[in-house]
């Protein structure tokens, strides 16, 4: 064990941090024993009712909000929508079916085409069906192709609406974790009060207390720390009807967590920040949708370049039967009617159509903008979490020794207070009382600096691109950031040490 003062060897940390890596370092101080009793009795509840909690944990959450979140199920409306406008724009080359009857009557003076005027009173009926297309075909042959690319865009913002939406989870739950594990530390911090104060209140009877303010000091410490549990049940109540919010529970429901200890939790093993962010640029939804919307602002751009070439083709055909005759004498006959033509057309005299390709560029210019945009941001976001979890996890170890030390610091004090402060043996409860706070406050702090890890874990492997489902046990997509063959592997382990 190191010394203090003295810097410690990279391999003795590593060695000490392994065990964090494979999530197999568990919280075994007596600061959460209170908590392991608070959930380990706990089993699968009856249908919930407003006053009663209902164990829940971060698996289940996150299965929850796949299914139940209305902001994920309307992503994916949008996505089905923009397919249902794809098949729209495949089905532009198949022609329309009419069918109907059409009925005229004329009374009066007309002219005929040799110019005469003369008076007449005729009817004609028609029925009978027809087909027809009409189609251009600068339409049906891009519209398709912009339709791909907007339903992958649509697709890949459903993805990225899933992620966050998940990571929001995460961090409800994570939220509900510490404040219920903040509510067992104040649990045991109060009971160690109530007994100093105990111990003050009989030194002080019998006329062995150090100073008269002693027990006025413990029932101070008393008193705070049962305001604490009342502000603690609030923050509770919030966190709980926010995670009710997003996985579309009743509010009511108090949802408490299933998980019976706070551990830290490695999701992305430690890599170049050059290879999280290769990763992140392959994987990110986000950048999907970019990609795919710059994709479909050139298909726009190709089709206005080509519209003067590509005609507009109108085909069809009607027949049924029709009659005509003078007043309403009708004589009905058989009757066909078929048309073909195609037209090309120029836009206020080609003008219009420059303009057109000059906005669709612009348009498209922008659309690329976007991806760069995307990229720098997305960047941006796995450097910060990336930093912000080595920060972290460099964090817990002091931690952990800081409630380690309080711990000594309480049990040796706790022990001398009797009988030995003093040469007249009296209690003395101000030390032990101090290192009540210093144990609360290093106990408080190690909880916040665990979760604050897993919060940036958690970040992470979503700003690399995965929905925090998939960092479940068992979870079918496992995240691989492993360096190309040709760079270099960061900090190598030594040859006899397994690799994490």
């Known amino acids: 064990m190191p010394q203090k003062g003295v810097a410690p060897d990279p391999g003795d940390v590593r060695a000490k941090l392994r065990p964090i890596r494979r999530l197999r370092l568990r919280l075994r101080l007596p600061a959460l024993s209170a908590l392991c009793l608070l959930f380990g009795q706990m089993g699968i509840a009856a249908p919930p009712d407003e006053n009663q909690p209902l164990p829940i944990d971060l698996p289940t959450a996150l299965r929850l909000v796949e299914t139940a979140n209305p902001t994920v199920a309307a992503a994916r409306a949008r996505v089905a929508a923009a397919y249902a406008q794809l098949d729209q724009a495949n089905l532009l080359w198949l022609p329309n079916l009419q069918g109907g009857t059409t009925y005229v009557r004329h ?100 006329g062995l207390a150090k100073t008269t303010a002693d027990a006025n000091r413990a029932r101070t410490e008393v008193y705070l720390r049962r305001q604490e549990a009342l502000d603690l049940q609030g923050r509770t109540a919030v966190v709980s009807a926010r995670l009710a919010q997003l996985l579309l529970l009743q509010p009511t429901v108090d949802l408490v967590p299933a998980d019976p200890a706070v551990v830290p939790i490695t999701l992305v093993p430690d890599a170049p920040l050059a290879d999280l962010v290769a990763t992140a640029a392959a994987n990110r939804p986000e950048m999907a949708a970019a990609r795919a919307t710059a994709g479909a602002a050139q298909e726009r751009v190709r089709q206005a370049q080509l519209a003067p070439l590509m005609p507009r083709l109108e085909v069809g055909y009607s027949g049924g039967a029709f009659g005509a005759g003078m007043n309403d004498n009708l004589t009905f006959h058989s009757r066909g009617d078929a048309l073909a033509q195609a037209t090309w057309e120029l836009r206020n005299l080609g003008f219009g159509n420059r303009a057109q390709v000059r906005e669709r560029e612009a348009l498209a210019t922008e659309a690329g903008s976007r991806v760069v945009e995307a990229q720098a941001l997305v960047a941006a976001e796995v450097s910060a979490a990336a930093k912000q979890a080595r920060a972290r996890l460099l964090t817990l170890p002091p931690a952990q020794e800081a409630v380690r030390e309080a711990l000594e610091m309480y049990r040796r004090l706790e022990a001398s207070s009797f009988g030995v402060a003093g040469p007249r043996a009296q209690y003395d409860a101000l030390e032990p009382l101090l290192a009540i706070q210093s144990l609360n406050q290093a106990r408080v702090q190690f909880l916040t600096e665990v979760i604050e890890y897993n919060r940036a874990q958690f970040r992470l492997y979503t700003a690399l691109g995965q929905p925090a489902l998939c960092a479940l046990p068992g979870s079918p997509i496992p995240l691989d950031v492993s360096p190309k063959p040709s760079e270099p592997k960061p900090s190598e382990p030594k040859p006899s040490e397994p690799r994490p």
């Open 107 to 206: 009374d009066g003076w007309t002219q005929n085409q040799r110019g005469e005027v003369f008076n007449s009173s005729r009817s004609s009926l028609f029925f009978g069906n027809a087909v027809t297309a009409r189609v251009d075909t600068a339409d049906a042959y891009f519209l398709p192709l912009v339709g791909r690319r907007l339903a992958s865009a649509a697709a890949a913002n459903a993805r990225a609406t899933a992620n966050n939406v998940q990571l929001d989870v995460a961090f409800a739950y994570l939220d509900l974790l510490q404040v219920h594990a903040a509510l067992a530390i104040n649990a045991d911090t109060l009971a160690r009060d109530t007994e100093m104060l105990r111990r003050a209140e009989a030194a002080e009877r019998a």
